[in-house]
């Protein structure tokens, strides 16, 4: 069964520090794809990234970074600098090929909040 | 239209009234996702489709929750009967491609149900 835990419920930084999300996964396939997605105060969540199970290279985008560890089955993010603009809820997710890659899975959101 | 639009966003109603909730998806967009957002359960995936049908109901909470597509585009989710617990932010989501959970997806801002 998919399990996706962010046990970081809420995380509170002064800006241009930086932070670490962390998200841990549960899968048993084999072929699977990890996401985060941002949730602005608005509610809209906007895609941040994909990545799928064979690819274990790690992404840096801007001030944003990810290190996926299969060993570890874990999917966290970096955010470097951050600023106030950053305060969001981040969602890790997961959708694996036994339902198709159509069901996309959600730990339960790391709340950010970045003050000046 | 630019994004998915759902409509509409806040909707207040009375226990045992029926609601139905619309989803305009980006165009071109075949698959289409709906999702719940509550306090307690965090973002739980409704119903998936392709197209107009929908391969998976399998995470409609109970047969008060129904919903359709028609002419590939627009979607409907109506629940019968309302209860307090059915009071959540109901989310709309549409990809480009049948295997929707490799694609990244793009969300609605999500229609408030209010349950009295």
Same mark, same amino acid.
């Given at each position: 069964?998919?399990?996706?835990?962010?046990? /970081?419920? !809420? #995380? $509170?930084?002064?800006?241009?520090?930086?932070?670490?999300?962390?998200?841990?996964?549960?899968?048993?396939?084999? =072929?699977?794809?990890?996401?985060?997605?941002?949730?602005?105060?608005?509610?809209?969540?906007?895609?941040?990234?994909?990545?799928?199970?064979?690819?274990? /290279?790690? !992404? #840096? $985008?801007?001030?944003?970074?990810?290190?996926?560890?299969?060993?570890?089955?874990?999917?966290?993010?970096?955010? =470097?600098?951050?600023?106030?603009?950053?305060?969001?809820?981040?969602?890790?997710?997961?959708?694996?090929?036994?339902?198709?890659?159509?069901?996309?899975?959600?730990?339960?959101?790391?709340?950010?909040?970045?003050?000046? | 239209?630019?994004?998915?639009?759902?409509?509409?966003?806040?909707?207040?109603?009375?226990?045992?009234?029926?609601?139905?909730?619309?989803?305009?998806?980006?165009?071109?967009?075949?698959?289409?996702?709906?999702?719940?957002?509550?306090?307690?359960?965090?973002?739980?995936?409704?119903?998936?489709?392709?197209?107009?049908?929908?391969?998976?109901?399998?995470?409609?909470?109970?047969?008060?929750?129904?919903?359709?597509?028609?002419?590939?585009?627009?979607?409907?989710?109506?629940?019968?009967?309302?209860?307090?617990?059915?009071?959540?932010?109901?989310?709309?989501?549409?990809?480009?491609?049948?295997?929707?959970?490799?694609?990244?997806?793009?969300?609605?801002?999500?229609?408030?149900?209010?349950?009295?």
């Amino acid at each position: 069964a998919q399990k996706v835990t962010q046990a /970081q419920t !809420e #995380i $509170s930084v002064v800006e241009k520090e930086d932070v670490t999300l962390d998200c841990v996964y549960e899968t048993r396939d084999t =072929t699977y794809y990890l996401f985060w997605y941002k949730q602005p105060p608005s509610g809209e969540l906007v895609f941040l990234i994909r990545r799928n199970s064979f690819d274990e /290279q790690n !992404e #840096i $985008s801007g001030r944003y970074s990810w290190n996926f560890q299969k060993s570890t089955s874990s999917f966290n993010f970096t955010i =470097t600098a951050s600023q106030v603009v950053d305060s969001a809820v981040y969602f890790c997710a997961l959708s694996e090929a036994g339902t198709g890659f159509q069901k996309l899975v959600f730990g339960t959101g790391t709340r950010l909040l970045v003050s000046p | 239209g630019a994004g998915v639009s759902q409509s509409p966003s806040n909707k207040v109603t009375e226990k045992g009234k029926d609601v139905e909730l619309r989803c305009d998806p980006i165009s071109g967009h075949t698959a289409l996702y709906w999702y719940r957002q509550s306090l307690g359960q965090g973002l739980e995936f409704l119903i998936y489709f392709q197209g107009n049908s929908a391969p998976d109901k399998s995470g409609l909470p109970s047969d008060r929750f129904s919903a359709e597509r028609t002419g590939g585009s627009v979607s409907t989710l109506t629940i019968q009967r309302t209860q307090q617990e059915d009071s959540a932010v109901y989310l709309c989501a549409s990809s480009l491609d049948i295997w929707g959970g490799t694609e990244k997806l793009f969300f609605g801002s999500g229609t408030q149900l209010s349950v009295l």
